[in-house]
């Protein structure tokens, strides 16, 4: 028989699923639980569609009468575009829910434990918390600091450099990394470069795995540099693209660039006429995006860092040495001073892919007990 863990294991993977694929909503999972046996299992898959204890309900059907919901998150209790889950596993007969943790969401926040108490519906919490916590890390970024999660990715040669003297940098790391990066890309939400990256790369920042979906793009393009004729603009992908700006919107080049496609999003000035990146998360988290994936160059990534703004790391390091004074290191910025300012990394995991080494890691404290990157 699968112990309570075990299954609550189960709905985590499941809630995984919807990764990348549900904001402004959390991802969700849930398992219907008779006499030892999984009568009904569901996830959110998209926001719109039916919640996770929805899908386990329907699955489960008769079944669900004095079954246990074993459920990531707690049932909402309010009306958005669907009805509650809490009602719903009232009016089916669940006897006990074991759930992960609490919503944070102020709408929901200990509501739906009350309706299912009320009904006289046995209520467990806490089961399996960090790792829900580390599955949800975006949604609960935007809703308890309103800004979405995010994750820094950069390849390297072991001596730090991400390019050549030349600008040369395709291809560092092998196919295995490449498909590694390609995951990250399908699990999140937006993946954001900046200006410098796009002129020197023309990257199409589209995801390339099987099954996978390309996330929204954001070039953080604070002069409106962007070519009209970029690869970004391929037909391949029909994910949108944004670009972070301080320039005029009603100048000829952002008639331009909104007549060929792309959203503009006005931000702040941080002073030296480029994009406040802490304006820009913010306004990110007001339209709903739980999770960015930074790809920037070194210097965007360095800013991003003072900022204070960088949650997760996963930094690809390949089996070479480049060199150079001139050759592109990893961080930009100024830097710190002393040893003592430097940026700590916690939850490292190191992950061997192919040749090359995935290094994983969180910075401060609003992680748990790892980030949970997929490889």
Known sequence: MVSPQGMMDRALRLAARGLGRTHPNPVVGCLLVKDGRVVGQGFHPRAGAGHAEVYALKQAGKQARGATAYVTLEPCSHHGRTPPCADALVALGVSRVVAAMAD???????????????????????????????????????VLRGRPLLTVKMAASM?????????????????????????????????????????????????????????????????????????????????????????????TQARRLRERGATLIACRCDGRGRVDLTDLMYRLGSMGINSVLS?????????????????????????????????????????????????????????????????????????????????
């Open 104 to 142: 944070p969401d102020p709408r929901v926040a200990g509501g739906g434990f009350a309706r299912l108490r009320e009904a006289g519906i046995v209520v467990e919490v806490g089961l399996r918390e960090a790792e829900a916590w580390n599955l949800n890390a975006p949604f609960i970024s935007r």
């Open 159 to 251: 001596d730090g450099k991400t390019a050549t003297r030349t600008g040369h940098s395709q291809w560092i790391t092998g196919s295995e990394a490449r498909i590694s990066v390609g995951q990250l890309r399908n699990i999140h939400d937006v993946v954001m470069v900046g200006i410098g990256t796009l002129l020197a790369d023309d990257p199409r920042l589209n995801c390339r795995i099987s099954g996978g979906r390309d996330p929204i793009r954001l070039v953080v393009d604070s002069r409106l540099r962007t070519p009209v004729d970029a690869a970004i603009w391929s037909a391949s992908t029909s994910a949108p693209l944004w670009l972070a700006t301080v320039s005029d919107e009603n100048c």
């Open 295 to 375: 790809e920037a160059g070194g210097e965007l990534t360095g800013a991003l860092m003072e900022a204070g703004l960088v949650d997760r790391l996963a930094l690809y390091l390949a089996p070479m040495l480049i060199g150079g004074f001139d050759a592109p290191g990893l961080f930009g910025a100024k830097g710190v001073d002393r040893l003592s300012e430097a940026l700590r990394l916690d939850g490292v995991r190191v992950v061997p892919l192919g040749a090359d080494v995935l290094i994983d890691a969180t910075l401060g404290e609003f992680m748990r007990n790892g980030s949970c990157l997929p490889v």
